[in-house]
């Protein structure tokens, strides 16, 4: 079972994950009120670090690794299918199948995005962190620690979140049977 700790933290990472527009940067403030309430530790850690680093850094240069890090990079997008799965006909089937295990959650993905993207997912998690039925969810889960070690190779500047995400999922994603290829 996930803590209320862990899901702060997805929330937290949910939202450091997304692309750093104006009103990301408006959002800093409100995230690091809320990084104030997670437990002291290695996560919380990680979460400070990459808040200070935002703050620091001016939009445009973390703009650019985002699109150099995410969009200009298949082997480290934020589209989790397309690890599992390319850009095959299964990976339509497979974003389908998400959003239905969204509907059954109860949550409702934000438009403009593909369900398959790793902050959507993280936020879903928050919120249901143990959704009925979701091999799939959990099998695309897998693919952020290749991603996150990736990142941690081109001393990305957004390598440790995508480990600390790792490091909460890992024990979920380990005991997921694989079903990516089943019925995707």
Known sequence: MMTDDERMQLKLLSFFLEYPDAGWFEGLADAGAALKTVSAGPGREALRQFLDRAVGTPAIRLQEAYTAGFDLSP??????????????????????????????????????????????????????????????????????????????????????????????????????????????
Request: hydrophobic share 45%; net charge negative.
């Open 75 to 184: 082997s480290t997008s934020l589209n989790l299918t397309y690890h599992l799965l390319g850009d095959s006909e299964d990976r339509g089937r497979a974003l389908a199948r998400l959003v239905e295990i969204y509907r059954r959650g109860g949550w409702e993905a934000a438009a403009g995005e593909l369900p398959d993207f790793l902050p959507l997912v993280l936020e879903f998690l928050a919120v249901c962190p143990a959704p009925e039925d979701a091999d799939l969810l959990w099998d695309c889960l897998g693919s952020v620690e290749s991603v996150a070690g990736r990142l941690a190779r081109e001393a990305h500047p957004y390598a440790g979140l995508l480990a600390l995400a790792a490091g909460i999922l890992a024990d979920r994603t380990q005991d997921a049977p694989d079903s990516a290829g089943k019925d995707a």
